[in-house]
């Protein structure tokens, strides 16, 4: 069989284009001229939309303008892998860094955001590809398989054994069947969606709950005084408060630059091939990641495409969320083809439609962190850690309650109020995060083709482990 060649990696997402022909002409309507709001957001993806939402709810009498730099949808909530799921499955992670009241607390929320997701997904004239068949986390290797007892364990101990389920190979195959695939766990709670179109019917449902909505429309200066004001090319707008919802663009922000790293994402998505589905039994509408430190995940659309990712993308230096290398790495969209080939060995000669990659902004315990900035009243979301769909409706319900200046059940959670653990300092945090990348995909590639990893590799994979980070750690 030949092989498919991958598309050399570049906006926008095929998720995007597909929305956007599904909506039909939608104006984008720059800001021009003076606007004074009570709440002005920045940012028209999954965060800043339901943040939007969650004010206009909470507080119909507030006004709330949101402007985004290109479309609402256009960055990484209009190009992730469109897998949704809470927390359930990072409990081990979790009990680590925040204790098991924290985790268990934060995983709650998680749940709490998929009831709210799947009610706004299933709302009638609403059709985002919502399917709800829960998530597996395969094993693909042998090495890989030293992970699949701790979160059945962890979810016993804390009395929630039925968010877990371990698989045997055999329970695997009965899902999707694979020459790699070895055991697994099933975490029910897990969906699939498009995301682009998740993103353009936020934008819509904001617009029809009263925010005004400014596409095309950068931030070029916030001035933080009392009230705000937010510089764009053609205005300004004059808030009491201000919310940053714009993802890695804050990894540069003094209030978040010491706590998150970024690095990148690549996803491929097939033409439709729904006879090569069959070929590997794959019927059920689960998501999935392999157990790779930097996962591959994939999930299938409705027509039969495969959508293959990667987590394995380059790091940027200083965090700067514009570095070529966050969205036109060859090798990336390559390594995404590769594990196409690997884990779904049918699917080897099916072409493929495009690829694409965006920035994910990694927190040093890989949980997102919902702040007010000192002695201002700007609020931001940061630290996502490259799974975002679920996590950002909470991130919209704890930004919405700072504006607020409410104490709920939101703003206590830990995303708000653990101390933030720091990350080596820069020019550290760059080239060590590539060295670490190196050994790490180093390892991982050689233990795909059952050899050892060279030693030198093993040693700088080791790194984070030894220093007690969470980057760099399975
Ligand atoms: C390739 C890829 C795959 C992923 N897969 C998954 C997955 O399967 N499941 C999952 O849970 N998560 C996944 N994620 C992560 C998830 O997509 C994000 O965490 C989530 O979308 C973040 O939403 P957001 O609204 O905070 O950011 P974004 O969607 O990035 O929105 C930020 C917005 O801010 C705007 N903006 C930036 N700067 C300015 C400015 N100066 N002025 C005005 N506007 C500005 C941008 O145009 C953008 O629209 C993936 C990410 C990537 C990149």
């Known amino acids: 069989m030949t092989t498919a060649t991958v598309p050399a990696p570049g906006d926008p997402s095929w998720w995007l284009t597909e929305a956007l022909a599904a909506e039909g002409p939608a104006p984008a309507r720059p800001l021009s001229g003076r606007v004074t709001v009570d709440t002005v957001i920045v940012g028209g993806g999954y965060t800043g939309l339901w943040t939007a939402l969650a004010l206009r709810r909470q507080a119909p009498q507030m006004s709330v303008a949101l402007i985004d730099a290109a479309l609402c949808g256009a960055g990484a909530s209009g190009k992730n892998g469109g897998k949704v799921s809470g927390y359930w499955s990072s409990l081990a992670g979790m009990v680590k860094t925040i204790g098991p009241d924290g985790a268990l607390a934060v995983a709650r929320a998680g749940a709490k955001a998929q009831d709210a997701l799947r009610a706004f997904a299933m709302a009638q004239g609403r059709d985002v590809w919502w399917r709800e ?13 030293a992970d699949l007892a701790g979160p059945v364990e962890i979810a016993r101990e804390l009395g929630v054994a039925d968010t877990v389920e371990a698989l045997t190979p055999e329970a695997v195959a009965q899902i999707c069947k694979s020459p790699v695939f070895r055991g697994g766990l099933f975490f029910p709670e897990g969906a699939t969606i498009q995301p682009a179109r998740l993103a353009r019917v936020l934008r819509l449902a904001a617009i029809e709950a009263g925010v005004a909505v400014y596409e095309q429309t950068p931030m070029i200066g916030l001035d933080k005084t009392s009230p705000n004001r937010v510089r764009t090319p053609g205005g300004e707008i004059i808030a009491r408060d201000v919310v940053l919802a714009t993802n890695a663009a804050l990894a540069r922000d003094p209030a978040a630059a010491p706590h998150v790293s970024v690095f990148s994402s690549y996803a491929l998505m097939t033409e439709p091939a729904p006879d090569r589905l069959e070929d590997h039994g794959w019927r059920q509408d689960v998501g999935a990641t392999d157990g790779r430190m930097f996962i591959h995940y994939f999930r299938k659309t409705p027509d039969g495409r495969v959508l293959m990712g990667t987590g394995s993308g380059p790091i940027s230096f ?10 036109r790495d060859v090798a990336s969209a390559e390594r995404a083809a590769r594990g196409l080939r690997r884990l779904l060995p049918a699917f080897a000669g099916v072409p493929i439609a495009k690829s694409w990659g965006g920035p994910i902004e990694v927190s040093a315990d890989r949980l997102p962190f919902f702040r007010t900035m000192p002695g201002a009243r700007v609020h931001y979301a940061c ?63 050689a233990q795909d083709k059952g050899r050892a990893a060279p030693l030198v590799a093993r040693a700088i994979a080791t790194l984070p482990r030894l220093f007690g980070l969470k980057i760099g750690t399975r």
């Open 133 to 145: 068949g829960g998530s597996v986390s395969i094993s693909a290797s042998p090495a890989q398989d």
């Open 318 to 327: 200083n965090g700067d969320p514009g570095a070529p290398q966050l969205r």
């Open 383 to 445: 630290g996502y850690s490259g799974h975002g769909v679920n996590p950002s409706y909470i991130g919209g319900q704890c930004l919405a309650s700072l504006v607020l200046d409410r104490t709920d059940e939101w703003t206590t959670l830990p995303l708000c109020t653990r101390e933030l653990p720091r990350l080596p300092p820069e020019p550290f945090r760059y080239y060590g995060g590539r060295a670490v990348r190196w050994g790490i995909l180093s390892c991982e590639e």
